[in-house]
């Protein structure tokens, strides 16, 4: 199965929108640089513990009243499904 370039694509244009990478991401779940590269650039997939704590950390960067950046009904948008490529697999 070839990689596709544009895994998470909706997350990266939050992380260039609100200014963010990924070790930023990587405090806010808990966990080092390197495991939120392999999950950013599809070699594994996200627990879904992560998902829930990267939208509490990209929601927190509303102001109270406005709504979720990332509501829990588009979580599939920014996390789609089956973007794992197995280690070792695609170029």
Same mark, same amino acid.
């Given at each position: +199965? &070839?990689? !596709? ?9 939050? +992380?260039?929108?609100?200014?963010? !990478?990924?070790?930023d @991401? $990587?405090? #806010?779940? *808990?966990?080092?640089?390197?495991y939120?590269?392999? =999950? +950013?650039?599809?070699? +594994? $997939?996200?627990? @879904?513990?992560?998902?829930? #704590?990267? =939208?509490?950390?990209?929601n927190?960067?509303?102001?109270? *009243?406005? %709504?979720?950046?990332? &509501?829990?009904?588009?979580? #599939?948008?920014?996390? %789609? %499904?089956?973007?794992?490529? &197995?280690? *070792?697999?695609?170029?």
């Amino acid at each position: +199965m &070839p990689r !596709n370039r544009s895994y998470h694509h909706k997350l990266r244009i939050l +992380m260039v929108e609100y200014d963010f !990478n990924y070790d930023d @991401l $990587a405090v #806010a779940i *808990g966990r080092c640089h390197t495991y939120v590269v392999q =999950r +950013m650039t599809g070699k +594994m $997939a996200w627990d @879904l513990d992560d998902v829930y #704590a990267i =939208r509490a950390f990209v929601n927190s960067f509303t102001y109270k *009243g406005e %709504p979720e950046i990332i &509501p829990a009904s588009h979580i #599939a948008e920014y996390f %789609p %499904p089956r973007q794992c490529v &197995p280690l *070792g697999k695609g170029v």
